[in-house]
């Protein structure tokens, strides 16, 4: 399939119409206070990256027991709540769209980073052979996680459902569920890391039944025209070991596809039949991640939305250390690099003080 459309053209995303295609894709900074709670500099940061069709917010635990990594934000108490305010505000100020990805870590996290009372969970008690932050960022050995419960299922299912209310409630405009990247969700799709044998495993529609419960339990809040669902088919990132477990993600396709979400966001290295399929099948609007091949530069996603492969594409590094990337494309501008030594490091260095270029400012009423 061919198109005549470009990533600067405009898109319909659920209720929204977007200013373009291009999607910041969540980026995990480490700005927050211990206690979860986004520094002022958090609005800036996303305020002057609003020329992104749509900014999805770096990963944000739906709980305190969700909590993977120091400087993570939480979107489960008042004051998270009001410090995300900020964020949303800022962004619409600047013309831009936001929505908050909400990441429960799973069996990537320590026990240190979550309250007493709490524990690791993952769909099954096997440990990822890697390393973990602890609380005080030392690393080390990922803990065994507990299996869930039915019960402790629900929790987590209701805590997702409540998170999304406040991330309304905040005035981000939806959630991205994330799905991808070897996290909670992720590891109930993968047979590797679900080896349930209730409803939650055993069958792809099973591994898949968690992702869509709590699909529908956020939709069931805020309506499914807000959320966005982030997978990662045969990604291994985080001691991930599948192969693209194709069964389960059009099973996951398959049960999400009827309540119309507002997209699908994939990542991928390459294309696969799995892809092409998922792409076939998703009834909204589908967002294609190419990521961590160098920098996803204007000539590399350009022909994924020309083709017909994706509705939007989502860049991430090439957003830290270009605010005004949309611009800067589409007047041909020169792209800055970024550094790497300070994407998690704390402050604003690295954080709010890359320069839009000078060339990008006169355009910016007409981009
Ligand atoms: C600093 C950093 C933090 C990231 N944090 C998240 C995250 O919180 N959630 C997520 O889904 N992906 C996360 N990713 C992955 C990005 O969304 C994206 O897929 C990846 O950077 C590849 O795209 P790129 O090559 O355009 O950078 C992160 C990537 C980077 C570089």
Same mark, same amino acid.
């Given at each position: 399939?061919?198109?005549?459309?470009?990533?600067?053209?405009?898109?319909?995303?659920?209720?929204?119409?977007?200013?373009?295609?291009?999607?910041? *894709?969540?980026?995990?900074?480490? +700005? $927050?206070?211990?206690? /979860? #709670?986004?520094?002022?500099? =958090?609005?800036? &940061?996303?305020?002057?990256?609003?020329?992104?069709?749509?900014?999805?917010?770096?990963?944000?635990?739906?709980?305190?027991?969700?909590?993977?990594?120091?400087?993570?934000?939480?979107?489960?108490?008042?004051?998270?709540?009001?410090?995300?305010?900020?964020?949303?505000?800022?962004?619409?100020?600047?013309?831009?769209?936001?929505?908050?990805?909400?990441?429960?870590?799973?069996?990537?996290?320590?026990?240190?980073?979550?309250?007493?009372?709490?524990?690791?969970?993952?769909?099954?008690?096997?440990?990822?052979?890697?390393?973990?932050?602890?609380?005080?960022?030392?690393?080390?050995?990922?803990?065994?996680?507990?299996?869930?419960?039915?019960?402790?299922?629900?929790?987590?299912?209701?805590?997702?459902?409540? *998170?999304?209310?406040?991330?309304? +409630? $905040?005035?981000?405009? /939806? #959630?991205?569920?994330?799905? =991808?990247?070897? &996290?909670?969700?992720?590891?109930?799709?993968?047979?590797?890391?679900?080896?349930?044998?209730?409803?939650?495993?055993?069958?792809?529609?099973?591994?898949?039944?968690?992702?869509?419960?709590?699909?529908?339990?956020?939709?069931?809040?805020?309506?499914?025209?807000?959320?966005?669902?982030?997978?990662?088919?045969?990604?291994?990132?985080?001691?991930?070991?599948?192969?693209?477990?194709?069964?389960?993600?059009?099973?996951?396709?398959?049960?999400?596809?009827?309540?119309?979400?507002?997209?699908?966001?994939?990542?991928?290295?390459?294309?696969?039949?799995?892809?092409?399929?998922?792409?076939?099948?998703?009834?909204?609007?589908?967002?294609?991640?190419?990521?961590?091949?160098?920098?996803?530069?204007?000539?590399?996603?350009?022909?994924?939305?020309?083709?017909?492969?994706?509705?939007? #594409?989502?860049?991430?590094?090439?957003?830290?250390?270009?605010?005004?990337?949309?611009?800067?494309?589409?007047?041909?501008?020169?792209?800055?690099?970024?550094?790497?030594?300070?994407?998690?490091?704390?402050?604003?260095?690295?954080?709010?003080?890359?320069?839009?270029?000078?060339?990008?400012?006169?355009?910016?009423?007409?981009?």
């Amino acid at each position: 399939m061919t198109t005549t459309a470009t990533v600067f053209d405009p898109v319909r995303l659920g209720p929204f119409e977007l200013a373009n295609r291009v999607v910041m *894709a969540p980026m995990t900074r480490n +700005r $927050a206070d211990p206690a /979860g #709670v986004l520094p002022d500099s =958090a609005a800036v &940061y996303y305020a002057q990256r609003a020329c992104a069709g749509l900014i999805v917010t770096e990963g944000t635990q739906p709980s305190a027991a969700a909590k993977g990594y120091p400087g993570t934000p939480g979107m489960h108490d008042d004051r998270q709540e009001q410090a995300w305010r900020k964020v949303a505000d800022a962004v619409h100020d600047a013309g831009g769209r936001i929505f908050c990805q909400l990441m429960h870590t799973g069996r990537i996290g320590h026990q240190s980073l979550i309250p007493a009372d709490a524990r690791i969970v993952a769909p099954s008690a096997i440990p990822a052979q890697l390393e973990v932050a602890r609380a005080d960022g030392v690393m080390v050995p990922a803990p065994v996680p507990e299996a869930l419960t039915r019960e402790g299922i629900a929790v987590v299912v209701r805590d997702f459902a409540q *998170a999304a209310v406040r991330a309304v +409630r $905040a005035g981000l405009d /939806g #959630v991205e569920l994330h799905a =991808a990247n070897g &996290y909670l969700l992720h590891q109930f799709l993968s047979p590797g890391t679900n080896q349930r044998e209730d409803a939650y495993g055993g069958s792809p529609s099973a591994r898949a039944r968690f992702v869509v419960e709590v699909t529908e339990a956020v939709a069931a809040e805020i309506g499914a025209e807000r959320i966005g669902i982030r997978i990662s088919p045969g990604g291994q990132f985080n001691d991930m070991r599948d192969k693209e477990n194709e069964d389960t993600y059009l099973a996951l396709a398959d049960a999400l596809a009827p309540l119309r979400p507002a997209y699908l966001h994939t990542l991928r290295r390459r294309s696969s039949p799995l892809h092409q399929e998922l792409r076939r099948r998703w009834p909204t609007a589908y967002v294609l991640n190419t990521g961590y091949q160098g920098a996803s530069e204007l000539a590399d996603v350009s022909p994924l939305v020309a083709s017909g492969a994706a509705d939007l #594409v989502s860049v991430g590094r090439l957003f830290i250390s270009n605010p005004d990337l949309v611009r800067r494309w589409r007047h041909g501008l020169p792209r800055a690099a970024w550094d790497e030594s300070t994407f998690y490091t704390g402050g604003d260095r690295g954080y709010t003080d890359y320069p839009d270029h000078p060339g990008t400012n006169e355009q910016r009423s007409q981009s």
